[in-house]
């Protein structure tokens, strides 16, 4: 018998990097350590990749975590709402449901990353075989088997771990920025927090590894004893081993693993149609935005891990395929994005601006409402007073009703002074708020009081409620899925914020009887048409409510005034008409009070844009928030200052004729970020207004100090000392900021676009300045010929002209009031969120300057002095003496209340 010889196996089949190590080898090129190295990494890549496969198949819940942690580890907004319920203020149940949700968002993600790993056909065989010779199919080395059931068993509890450990991160990024605030005794418990966080993530992950040991002992108890529970029970499947599915319906046989599916499956819908029908009201049930997240995350990881096996078991791409519908199936069939619009009420005809400012102007000329005193004669000077507000989420929206609250509790018909206010985002939501305030008490019988008390305590309870909640979880539980359905129109994440304001107002104000009308209530109806019994003539102040076109980027301003008359380009229309647009053209129809806000608060991601439809249904533009265009509302504002001021003629006295509505412009200017530049023009200083400058890198900014002939400040840093640095393109003081040492192809342009927002905000803030600047000299000339056409002897003229002089100060004021925010000493600035902390709240109060322990750290009290003296002198009321001393009394900081002596009767 002929012995045939077994032929050699073949080689083993190398990758390219081994290949090329056995290359260098072969040729003895030189760098031995250099080839040992090559190996070695050659090796193990078998290894990497099987790994990498146990992670892309776990891909659902791996999802979940990634993006629920990267918002909460690297936005400020999602920090700030993580750590605000370790305030003791709000009540430790909330920290705690907060707790419970984030561990229930791990485990759950960890389930499914395990159910997903449990069937067989999710992984393919162990990677190493490629390594083996060809022909050869030996038993897998058990390093191998091990290294792959190491990974399987790792990985779902590193998903666990993971989801836990990014909420400590938040923790330990918040005791950064407060420890660079100075706030210490914050940035130490904030440390403890991330620690105990970082704890329970590590008992987490323990007893995901002995679960099976503590189970046994928990159900079947000691060895020599009877069982815990009876073997019929459910509960022993917990202790089989680990499962192996060859079909799906396998996992049904499962009765405990059968019921988690069926609660997994239905509690999505379920939720999807509470928050579809009640958005508040299913987010309050939650307590936290974060709760209704953390909720909405473990409720998809189910949903996306079942695609994830479907995809693996037909070989279909049905979770990528679903993705990719998603995206698609709104651009092919339209989305629920559309402007809510009251279609069953017809518009009513707006006012146009030029008959709101006579009306304005003669009731500012009233002498039975002592607003005003004659310069001369019939001749009146009112202040026309315009505001910009700029945006900044609910942050604005506080610090804009506190400013303008503060300002109608203490002068005397202020809301009547004001012709205008243009918003931005949240500054829009302030404004409407104080807007319907001045609506609420001009309808009480005998058309309210000259001053409105309690107008920022109002606000503040107004502005204090969580209108994140809502629109977050509509976003996560009805847009997201309803990508997919395209058909279904629900109300959107932007009507579920709408309804969150209209909620807080009925809650806060309208219930307790401090207001006639709703916030569903129609924008133009309410504010453009009072009701029979009432002046209906006092419409303003205007709101001009400033969007943006996402196809021209125009503004698109919502304003109870028409601005503009048929046909265009008449003397009675405002300039730059072709630059924005009016929405309620667009639309045809009233919207409700709400639905004005966010015509121009739809900030990117919160609330999607906006489809604008006219009445017979055509579709004419999108609506993004405001504060892309500029985020100071001061573009409109100065197009009203312009048009009073330089464009009518009668208030410029013309051709010989007199002043027939004189005026005196003054702007009053609302910023709320507490980073922003100085925008004084020179020459003019603030007293404090420090601004809270972002963390930089202590080298660059050493060397960026020596190149301007500094000497760097020697540590510690001082919180309460802003590092400003004159920058050497325009030699201004400025937060110093890090340039890039790369150019980002993709980052750079959209850093760009959005860091330009404000900077156009701040040049069109610093054109007010300039138009207030530029403008007096030319009011003042008119109004002194005015005096003259009044009449009387040359002593009597010469007297009036004095008295005006003294009372205008051209040479001394620049009638512009810049309200702020700034750092507060050992306390950070609160964040942009449509949800702050009570610690936000708190340190806006402080920067009022009307807290007896605060000083006055933004200068704003000073501003809200000068702005009291200048009433009173410009309107001849007071003299520049008498007003001075009674402002100082009306704006010193009220002392706290004292508290109830100790066993005092009650």
Known sequence: MVMTPTPPPDPPRRNAVQRFADWLVDRSWPGIALVWLA????TPWWAICDAARVFWACRASLLAVVVGGGLIVLTDQARDIVI????????????I?????AFLWAVVSWYWARVTLNYSFVLEPVAAAEALPRGQEPPLPTFQEEWRDFWVDQVPRLIAFGAVVSFGWAFLNAAEVYQHAGDLDAASTFRRWFWMYLGGACVLYAVLWIRKPLLKGLIVGKPDQPPRIPPTSRAHHLLAGRAHYDRLRDYLSNPLAASVLSISLIAPPCLAIAFALDPVGTSAFFGTAVNATLLGLAAMVPITSFLVLLSRRTRLPIFAGTVAWMVVATQWAGDNHDVRTLKDRPLALRPHVDAVFKAWWAANVDRQTGINAAVAPSVYTPPFIVVATAGGASRAGYWTTQVLGEIAEREAHFADRVFLISGVSGGSLGAVAFRSLVEAERRKPGGGAARIAQAAPMAAEFIKSDFLGPAMAAGLYVDLPLHAFPGLSPDDRAAALEKAWEAAWARTIKDKGRAPFAWD???????????????????????ALNGTSVEKGKRIVTANVRFHTAPRGAREDLAGQVNRYDAFDILGRDIRISTA???SARFPVISPTGGMRDDKGVLWARVTDGGLYENFGAVTADEVLRYVVERRADTQGVGGRPVQYPVWPMVILISSDPSLDRLEPPGRRRAGAKPECAIVDAARSEARRRARGLVPPPPPFKPDEPPLLAHPGNDWLECEKDASNAALVVVDPGLALYNGRVARGEAAATALYDRIIENKIIVRDRMEDAVRYAGGTIDEVKDRLGALGRRLRTDSEIDVFHFRQCKVAMRKGPTMSWHDSEDAWDVMNKMLGLDPGAGDPCGNRAEFVRLCVRLATVSGLEAQEAASARCERDWAPAPPPLAPLAGASK
């Open 521 to 543: 209530a129609g924008f133009v109806d309410t504010f453009a048409v009072p009701p029979a019994g009432t002046d209906r003539d006092r419409v303003w102040p205007i709101l």
């Open 39 to 42: 190996r070695r990494l050659a």
């Open 84 to 95: 605000s319920n370790v305030d003791p203020r709000r009540g430790w149940s909330e920290l």
């Open 97 to 101: 449901g907060m707790t419970a949700y």
């Open 597 to 599: 806000v966010t015509m």
